[in-house]
């Protein structure tokens, strides 16, 4: 039995605790069910769970969402598809998320796998000032793997996906696409007014 306080109260009875919790007010709350004897604690119950919850709302206020974001490479990649990965790489980085890279061995490229190393080295080393290696190169059956987070100077406020799509203020969704010209309209006669048909004469036989 523990008191309110955190006392030792010793072990009792089931109907002495249920006594003393209804005289001091508070509840009666099984903390180890498993122990032998069980271990059951005086507590203000709702007092107990409202803390709780405030301490979990925190919890989640102070708690960043990390996401793992992963780019694929083989080992004899060209330097424009290099460069290309990379600029994605450095924006994944940039905006708060881990990368792992993978390098994927074919065939006979598993007796080079040091390629691979020297590859993942390379991104090391050219993403230096956005990334530190949270694991280094290791080899996973077929393929090579590396893991990068971001440094804290490297993160910047992500982007909307949505960004630059929104038409400039006053102008349309249709104008816009139109490069900003108002949608032509088909005309038609005034209300009211007649229109007319012009046939060709026909002579009399």
């Not at 001091?24 to 409202?50: F, G, I, N, T």
């Not at 290791?138 to 630059?164: E, L």
């Amino acid at each position: 039995m523990v008191g309110a306080d955190g006392e030792q109260l010793g072990v009792m009875d089931t109907v002495a605790a249920l006594r003393m919790a209804n005289e001091l007010d508070l509840d009666l709350v099984e903390v180890a069910p498993m122990a032998r004897p069980p271990v059951c604690k005086l507590m203000d119950y709702s007092k107990y769970k409202y803390e709780q919850a405030i301490k979990a709302k925190e919890a989640r206020r102070k708690q960043s969402l990390v996401v793992l974001k992963e780019m694929k490479m083989r080992p004899k990649i060209d330097q424009h598809d290099y460069a290309t990965k990379k600029g994605h790489v450095e924006r994944f980085l940039r905006q708060g998320h881990k990368v792992k890279v993978t390098i994927m061995f074919r065939g006979r490229e598993m007796a080079h796998t040091e390629l691979g190393r020297r590859l993942l080295e390379r991104l090391a080393t050219d993403i230096s000032e956005l990334a530190q290696v949270d694991s280094p190169a290791r080899q996973d059956g077929r393929n090579m793997i590396a893991v990068f987070s971001p440094r804290k100077s490297a993160i910047t406020a992500p982007r909307s996906a949505h960004q630059g799509d929104r038409p400039a203020p006053g102008q349309s969704r249709e104008q816009e696409d139109r490069g900003g010209q108002a949608p032509a309209r088909p005309t038609r006669p005034p209300t009211g007014e007649a229109t007319t048909r012009r046939t060709a004469p026909v002579s009399a036989p």
